[in-house]
């Protein structure tokens, strides 16, 4: 069975730093590009940041370009995204997200988790 | 503002089909598979259709993709009060070398 489990959000003041950690299970990670969507209270999905699979290619949204940076530890079949610089902004819930390939250029994601809370504030 | 520009609300009476839009560029919707999701509230998407037109075991076949141009649509027929959700669409740009979501839709079940 695939799980997919977010951890690592909490409260941050602006400018601060958090790192988000997704532990995979149930199926060949590093097969695999993973993803980070985030939700932004009652607002609409929005794509963050992708990595295929073998870690070597990422991309990112305009908006976190050169503030976050997403990795993955194939051998501990983790996914992070390292946030700096957070914003007001940011506050959102965080899912990751695991895409049916190993690029990353995709949309197409099988199995999401259940997100995790970031909120920026003073 | 969503890069793929979905209308924000459509509504329905139970056994009714609707449909959902979802307008992007050349380069999203244009050359990329189209992929949609469906969202409860508080909880994870789920994919309902993937590369425009198919749907993943589990996905009843009373939803369906289409995608003609810059354009793609979700159509739900025989609508049912379950069916009451935010229904998103997603794409790879490659203009922006990255993903981008619709705004998303919530349909309504009356």
């Known amino acids: 069975e695939v799980q997919l489990l977010e951890s690592g959000g909490g409260l941050v003041q602006p400018g601060g730093s958090l790192r988000l950690s997704c532990a995979a299970s149930g199926f060949t990670f590093s097969s695999y590009a993973m993803s980070w969507v985030r939700q932004a209270p009652g607002e609409g999905l929005k794509w963050v940041s992708a990595i295929s699979g073998s870690g070597g290619t990422t991309y990112y949204a305009d908006s976190v370009k050169g503030r976050f940076t997403i990795s993955r530890d194939n051998s501990r079949n983790t996914l992070s995204l390292q946030m700096n610089g957070l914003k007001v902004e940011d506050t959102a819930v965080y899912y990751c997200a695991k895409a049916t390939a190993v690029s990353g250029r995709s949309t197409r994601s099988d199995y999401w988790g259940q997100g995790t809370l970031v909120t920026v504030s003073s | 503002q969503s890069v793929l520009t979905q209308s924000p609300s459509v509504s329905g009476t139970p056994g009714q089909r609707v449909t959902i839009s979802c307008s992007g560029s050349?380069?999203?919707?244009?050359?990329?598979?189209v992929n949609w999701y469906q969202q409860f509230p508080g909880t994870a998407p789920k994919l309902l259709i993937y590369?425009?037109?198919q749907r993943p075991s589990g996905v009843p076949d009373r939803f369906s993709g289409s995608k003609s141009g810059t354009s793609a649509s979700l159509a739900i027929t025989g609508l049912q009060s379950e069916d009451e959700a935010d229904y998103y669409c997603?794409?790879?740009?490659?203009?922006?070398?990255?993903?981008?979501f619709g705004g998303g839709t919530q349909l309504t079940v009356l």
């Open positions: 050349r380069s999203s919707v244009g050359t990329n598979n």
């Open positions: 997603a794409a790879w740009d490659d203009s922006l070398n990255g993903a981008v």
């Open positions: 590369g425009d037109n």
